[in-house]
């Protein structure tokens, strides 16, 4: 409903300093003895100035309340033959919320049309402020003409304009206008942004929250750079609007070009839907639609991928590719909501038609550090947390992505049940014992339809790809069987809970020393049921006369655990302990320092015979300082250190009173009594060359250094007991130096043959950022497998392989960037190495550009440079 200027309710404001005061008392007294004049000679009721400057409006809002016009001005004058009212000096008109600021405003009651002329400037109620060397509006302010407009809106936008023209204060149609979300330059307020459109029309309409160009203009520092006829984009308020998003382009030899334009449905303020329908030119139409929905308590999100490919003979035959396959695709869907300030419940699941579809379609893909071991990770959960305690439930679904996976091999793993809650004990309730007591509880339900092998020392792979590790010579005889093979997987169903209960309370005496004894149980029990027929196999008739041919049998798990389907074990394992540390404190005018010696002795019974019993989630055993002092030095439940052990070591810590810090820590482990569980190998040997397998073990050491801000260093190593040779060496370096951002990290590991790991493992990486000033920026990256050269030479199905370079790169990216708070532009190339088995090694060159316009849209192109063949001599057959 419009407003309109009325007589009865009218605020006036003027300046209250000084000659000014009496200036406007005076001009008030001869306002009023004009209008009394005037009202003497009118017959109808007396006005004031004010009266006719607001004459028209009065208005009730809608809860009854009638708007005000306030008034502040330095002068009012009244033309009574122009019937105009003008205000001088200052002015300051506040209506609804709006306040309209200028040198002079004039207000034409014949046309009901207010002009503000003179540093004019109007600021709305949303915080958008325009400026204009002229406005010519309606006396409610929502119509009219604008002058030399430029608006500066509270989403920090700006619009510019020759002329502006506002109706119904819904819409304002800049005339050769301009749009950008940049700031202007605070040095040069008339150098060009970044971007800006520039167009013959910009419409703005408040009721559709849209914006839209006619006849428009991208330009870059002022210089165009593309041109559309017409195009729109929601409000920049707007969070959420239905519509075309900014299109994604891809290029590859084996897809060819393509370009995705994303429609987005905001169907309710809870729910939306997104389909991009990506046109290929060689395969065909790639759909992709999202679901994502919203509730007070949580949200989910479903997406499905999928294409009816033209031409399937683009790709590699299986195993080295999806061979003839016609419909790929993928469906994944991801959600959590929560019950309570405690209690939450999700789901994170991927199902795809195949391994090499996210490659292949340029969907989004892992990172660097992770080329070499590639999985779909589904789970679903279950979770609570409180104060001293936490209960998680949970399922797992794998899907291998390597090229070396079969998905026989990975487990459906669920329910996986994990409790846990610490106690603390009040000595003056508990007869003076005091401490904390901990229960850890652990149920694990898993299937594995095909056992998982990994070949000891110079086992070759399948001679028919080159791909798979399967355990056989080289005349393609097997021999899965210990010590020529490890059974890392069990074929079949497998249970086991495990509890752990523990007690422990620190004691500090006069003298500062700290006594910590503790007490402890695991209590675990296990049942199997074998799998003994399943099996798979490979024939490859190209490889030689007779075909190669290479097979994986679950029957060969009777080598390992005997020709009973099923079995069942429990044990106990009580232990108890006492830790003691005693720090020394020293001040010094360098540094205040802190030595402490850490001494811990556990005795509990011997292992039960590991032999007997199946390790799944208990492989990853790194011996360094972190677990050091640890009761059971194995990473998961299924196995747990027995016998007598003494763990002792010092650690020392300078922190410099003029920044900085060092902190340094040696130990040692040995055995005192029983038997060693670390030289009881299991069906996956973790135990063996651990470093833990003797009776005094090998030196772990860590050393840490921040001489400031700017630089730390972290060296980690594990050195023999005897020779003090470097068994495991781990060195990272990072430096902040402003501009420059960088890390390096190098490691080192022995060659461990009893666990699969026939030559040492070796690596370099190193990446970078450097800020070339506010805005522009480099990156880099890259990773050298240094053990590449390593490998055996040898012969496997008739393909010689040889040696690689010392420097071997498994890895290298490149970027180059802008971002500022309107714009972000990123250039990105990376080149894999990838084993492709028999076949020649590659490696996959990609670069991609994405481009982000604040409020307008992102768009990317990603295109595959090709796979550029690597002629290093080394195929995947080569012993690892």
Same mark, same amino acid.
């Given at each position: 409903?419009?407003?309109?200027?009325?007589?009865?309710?009218?605020?006036?404001?003027?300046?209250?300093?000084?000659?000014?005061?009496?200036?406007?008392?005076?001009?008030?007294?001869?306002?009023?003895?004009?209008?009394?004049? /005037?009202?003497?000679?009118?017959? +109808?009721?007396?006005?004031?100035?004010?009266?006719?400057?607001?004459?028209?409006?009065?208005?009730? %809002?809608?809860?009854?309340?009638?708007? &005000?016009?306030?008034?502040?001005?330095?002068?009012?004058?009244?033309?009574?033959?122009?019937?105009?009212?003008?205000?001088?000096?200052?002015?300051?008109?506040?209506?609804?919320?709006?306040?309209?600021?200028?040198?002079?405003?004039?207000?034409?009651?014949?046309?009901?049309?207010?002009?503000?002329?003179?540093?004019?400037?109007?600021?709305?109620?949303?915080?958008?402020?325009?400026?204009?060397?002229?406005?010519?509006?309606?006396?409610?302010?929502?119509?009219?003409?604008?002058?030399?407009?430029?608006?500066?809106?509270?989403?920090?936008?700006?619009?510019?304009?020759?002329?502006?023209?506002?109706?119904?204060?819904?819409?304002?149609?800049?005339?050769?206008?301009? $749009?950008?979300?940049?700031?202007?330059?605070?040095?040069?307020?008339?150098?060009?942004?970044?971007?800006?459109?520039?167009?013959?029309?910009?419409?703005?309409?408040?009721?559709?929250?849209?914006?839209?160009?006619?006849?428009?203009?991208?330009?870059?520092?002022?210089?165009?750079?593309?041109?559309?006829?017409?195009?729109?984009?929601?409000?920049?308020?707007?969070?959420?609007?239905?519509?075309?998003?900014?299109?994604?382009?891809?290029? *590859?030899?084996?897809?060819?070009?393509?370009?995705?334009?994303?429609?987005?449905?905001?169907?309710?303020?809870?729910?939306?839907?997104?389909?991009?329908?990506?046109?290929?030119?060689?395969?065909?139409?790639?759909?992709?639609?999202?679901?994502?929905?919203?509730?007070?308590?949580? %949200?989910?999100?479903?997406?499905?991928?999928?294409?009816?490919?033209?031409?399937?003979?683009?790709? $590699?035959?299986?195993?080295?590719?999806?061979?003839?396959?016609?419909?790929?695709?993928?469906?994944?869907?991801?959600?959590?909501?929560?019950?309570?300030?405690?209690?939450?419940?999700?789901?994170?699941?991927?199902?795809?038609?195949?391994?090499?579809?996210?490659?292949?379609?340029?969907?989004?893909?892992?990172?660097?550090?992770?080329?070499?071991?590639?999985?779909?990770?589904?789970?679903?959960?279950?979770?609570?947390?409180?104060?001293?305690?936490?209960?998680?439930?949970?399922?797992?679904?794998?899907?291998?992505?390597?090229?070396?996976?079969?998905?026989?091999?990975?487990?459906?793993?669920?329910?996986?049940? !994990?409790?846990?809650?610490?106690?603390?004990?009040?000595? =003056?309730?508990?007869?003076?014992?005091?401490?904390?007591? =901990?229960? !850890?509880?652990?149920?694990?339900?898993?299937?594995?339809?095909?056992?998982?092998?990994?070949?000891?020392?110079?086992?070759?792979?399948?001679?028919?790809?080159?791909?798979?590790?399967?355990?056989?010579? +080289?005349?393609?005889?097997?021999?899965?069987?210990?010590?020529?093979?490890?059974? &890392?997987?069990?074929?079949?169903?497998? +249970? &086991?809970?495990?509890?752990?209960?523990?007690?422990?309370?620190?004691?500090?005496?006069?003298?500062?020393?700290?006594?910590?004894?503790?007490?402890?149980?695991?209590?675990?029990?296990?049942?199997?049921?074998?799998? #003994?027929?399943?099996?798979?196999?490979?024939?490859?008739?190209?490889?030689?006369?007779?075909?190669?041919?290479?097979?994986?049998?679950?029957?060969?798990?009777?080598?390992?655990?005997?020709?009973?389907?099923?079995?069942?074990?429990?044990?106990?394992?009580?232990?108890?302990?006492?830790?003691?540390?005693?720090?020394?404190?020293?001040?010094?005018?360098?540094?205040?320092?802190?030595?402490?010696?850490?001494?811990?002795?556990?005795?509990r019974p011997n292992e039960n015979s590991r032999n007997q019993f199946i390790n799944e989630d208990a492989q990853?055993?790194?011996?360094?300082?972190?677990?050091?002092?640890?009761?059971?030095?194995?990473?998961?439940?299924?196995?747990?250190?027995?016998?007598?052990?003494?763990?002792?070591?010092?650690?020392?810590?300078?922190?410099?009173?003029?920044?900085?810090?060092?902190?340094?820590?040696?130990?040692?482990?040995?055995?005192?009594?029983?038997?060693?569980?670390?030289?009881?190998?299991?069906?996956?040997?973790?135990?063996?060359?651990?470093?833990?397998?003797?009776?005094?073990?090998?030196?772990?050491?860590?050393?840490?250094?921040?001489?400031?801000?700017?630089?730390?260093?972290?060296?980690?190593?594990?050195?023999?007991?005897?020779?003090?040779?470097?068994?495991?060496?781990?060195?990272?370096?990072?430096?902040?130096?402003?501009?420059?951002?960088? %890390?390096?990290?190098?490691?080192?590991?022995?060659?461990?043959?009893?666990?699969?790991?026939?030559? *040492?493992?070796?690596?370099?990486?190193?990446?970078g950022k450097f800020k070339i000033d506010d805005n522009y920026f480099a990156t880099g990256s890259v990773i050298?497998?240094?053990?590449?050269? /390593?490998?055996?030479?040898?012969?496997?199905?008739?393909?010689?392989?040889?040696?690689?370079?010392?420097?071997?790169?498994?890895?290298?990216?490149?970027?180059?960037?802008?971002?500022?708070?309107?714009?972000?532009?990123?250039?990105?190339?990376?080149?894999?190495?990838?084993?492709?088995? #028999?076949?020649?090694?590659?490696?996959?060159?990609?670069?991609?550009?994405?481009?982000?316009? *604040?409020?307008?849209?992102?768009?990317?192109?990603?295109?595959?440079?090709?796979?550029?063949?690597?002629?290093?001599?080394?195929?995947?057959?080569?012993? *690892?």
């Amino acid at each position: 409903m419009g407003r309109r200027w009325g007589p009865e309710h009218v605020e006036t404001r003027r300046s209250t300093s000084g000659t000014t005061v009496m200036k406007h008392v005076l001009l008030a007294l001869c306002a009023i003895l004009v209008v009394s004049g /005037l009202a003497a000679a009118l017959p +109808a009721a007396a006005q004031t100035l004010n009266d006719k400057l607001t004459q028209r409006v009065q208005t009730q %809002s809608p809860g009854g309340k009638t708007d &005000r016009l306030l008034v502040d001005a330095n002068e009012l004058n009244y033309d009574r033959d122009k019937n105009t009212i003008g205000a001088r000096g200052n002015v300051q008109l506040y209506y609804q919320g709006r306040i309209l600021q200028a040198d002079r405003v004039t207000y034409n009651r014949n046309t009901n049309r207010v002009f503000a002329e003179g540093n004019a400037k109007m600021t709305e109620r949303d915080g958008t402020v325009s400026y204009a060397t002229r406005f010519e509006l309606t006396d409610d302010f929502k119509d009219g003409f604008i002058d030399s407009l430029r608006a500066d809106t509270a989403d920090k936008t700006h619009f510019t304009a020759a002329r502006a023209e506002r109706t119904a204060g819904e819409q304002t149609v800049f005339t050769n206008g301009t $749009y950008t979300a940049c700031e202007p330059c605070k040095n040069d307020a008339t150098k060009p942004p970044f971007w800006q459109i520039r167009a013959k029309r910009i419409i703005h309409n408040n009721s559709e929250q849209m914006i839209y160009y006619e006849d428009a203009t991208l330009e870059l520092y002022g210089h165009p750079v593309a041109w559309l006829p017409y195009f729109s984009t929601p409000d920049p308020s707007v969070e959420r609007k239905s519509g075309i998003l900014a299109p994604t382009y891809v290029y *590859r030899s084996y897809i060819g070009a393509g370009v995705g334009i994303p429609i987005y449905w905001a169907i309710d303020p809870t729910y939306d839907l997104t389909v991009t329908p990506t046109f290929l030119t060689k395969q065909g139409l790639l759909a992709d639609a999202t679901w994502r929905q919203q509730f007070v308590n949580g %949200s989910y999100q479903i997406r499905g991928v999928g294409i009816f490919q033209n031409d399937p003979s683009a790709f $590699y035959a299986f195993p080295y590719g999806p061979g003839s396959r016609h419909t790929r695709g993928e469906l994944e869907s991801k959600g959590e909501f929560f019950i309570n300030d405690k209690w939450k419940f999700g789901w994170d699941a991927t199902l795809l038609s195949d391994r090499w579809f996210l490659q292949h379609y340029a969907m989004p893909t892992t990172s660097l550090s992770a080329n070499y071991f590639q999985e779909a990770n589904s789970s679903i959960y279950f979770t609570g947390k409180g104060d001293r305690g936490y209960f998680d439930l949970r399922g797992f679904y794998f899907q291998g992505l390597g090229r070396s996976d079969i998905q026989a091999q990975q487990p459906l793993v669920g329910p996986v049940l !994990d409790y846990n809650k610490t106690i603390d004990i009040k000595p =003056e309730n508990s007869g003076g014992i005091g401490g904390q007591f =901990e229960i !850890d509880f652990n149920f694990t339900k898993m299937s594995r339809e095909l056992a998982s092998y990994e070949a000891i020392g110079a086992t070759r792979l399948d001679r028919a790809y080159g791909l798979y590790n399967v355990c056989e010579t +080289a005349a393609g005889v097997p021999i899965y069987k210990p010590g020529s093979c490890l059974l &890392r997987g069990f074929g079949g169903d497998y +249970a &086991r809970a495990t509890l752990n209960l523990s007690w422990k309370r620190k004691f500090i005496d006069p003298l500062g020393q700290v006594w910590t004894p503790f007490v402890f149980a695991h209590v675990n029990a296990t049942w199997a049921s074998a799998n #003994l027929t399943n099996t798979t196999g490979w024939s490859n008739p190209l490889c030689g006369n007779p075909p190669c041919t290479s097979v994986i049998t679950n029957a060969s798990q009777s080598n390992f655990f005997g020709p009973n389907r099923e079995s069942g074990a429990a044990s106990v394992m009580p232990g108890v302990g006492i830790e003691y540390r005693y720090p020394f404190l020293a001040s010094t005018s360098v540094a205040n320092m802190v030595f402490e010696p850490i001494v811990q002795v556990i005795t509990r019974p011997n292992e039960n015979s590991r032999n007997q019993f199946i390790n799944e989630d208990a492989q990853s055993l790194v011996f360094d300082d972190s677990n050091l002092f640890d009761w059971s030095k194995y990473s998961g439940y299924d196995r747990f250190e027995g016998g007598t052990r003494a763990n002792y070591g010092a650690q020392f810590t300078a922190n410099f009173n003029k920044g900085g810090y060092f902190n340094m820590m040696v130990g040692q482990s040995r055995q005192l009594a029983g038997v060693n569980s670390y030289n009881t190998a299991d069906a996956a040997n973790i135990g063996l060359s651990s470093g833990l397998d003797s009776r005094a073990s090998d030196y772990v050491a860590r050393a840490t250094f921040a001489p400031n801000s700017m630089f730390n260093f972290v060296a980690k190593g594990r050195f023999d007991e005897k020779s003090f040779t470097v068994r495991r060496l781990d060195l990272m370096a990072n430096a902040n130096l402003g501009r420059l951002e960088a %890390s390096v990290q190098y490691a080192r590991y022995d060659a461990q043959p009893l666990l699969g790991y026939n030559v *040492r493992r070796e690596g370099l990486a190193a990446n970078g950022k450097f800020k070339i000033d506010d805005n522009y920026f480099a990156t880099g990256s890259v990773i050298f497998d240094l053990s590449r050269h /390593l490998y055996n030479s040898g012969n496997t199905g008739g393909v010689v392989i040889g040696s690689a370079p010392l420097f071997s790169i498994a890895g290298l990216g490149a970027g180059i960037g802008y971002s500022d708070e309107c714009t972000t532009i990123m250039l990105n190339y990376t080149s894999i190495y990838r084993d492709n088995g #028999l076949l020649t090694p590659t490696r996959n060159q990609t670069i991609m550009l994405q481009l982000q316009l *604040r409020t307008v849209g992102d768009t990317s192109f990603k295109s595959s440079l090709g796979d550029v063949r690597v002629q290093d001599g080394l195929s995947s057959a080569v012993l *690892r």
